[in-house]
């Protein structure tokens, strides 16, 4: 089982960027997806979640600004209006009902985010 992250960079505040997410050895529609990011020197936070039936819930900071989306075997997180503080290491995240039953919950290995003021 893999996840790939990708898509991070360095834009300037206002700008956007879209992050995948590619999972590779699961039945990648029956599972729930969620971003989370981890700033330096802070926790680590869940920003966006879709669900197998595509129901999205999003963070507060986020809201009206991020877009989880999902497709066959990747999870996208669009992301308009960004600012500083959304510099971090994005992680995406997947599980199943099933998946935590028997222990498993998978991470990508993270895609930097730097956001210029």
């Known amino acids: 089982v893999q996840l790939q992250a990708s898509g991070g960079g360095l834009v300037q505040a206002g700008g956007s960027l879209r992050l995948s997410c590619t999972a590779s050895g699961i039945t990648f529609g029956s599972y729930t997806v969620e971003w989370h990011r981890q700033a330096p020197g802070k926790r680590r936070e869940m920003v966006a979640t879709?669900?197998?039936?595509?129901k999205t819930n999003y963070a507060d900071s986020v809201k009206g600004r991020f877009t989880i989306l999902r497709e066959d075997y990747t999870a996208y997180l669009q992301m308009n209006d960004l600012e500083p503080e959304d510099t971090a290491v994005y992680y995406c995240n997947a599980f199943s009902r099933q998946s935590l039953l028997d222990g498993y919950d998978y991470w990508g290995q993270g895609t930097q985010v730097t956001v210029s003021s």
């Open positions: 879709i669900s197998a039936g595509s």
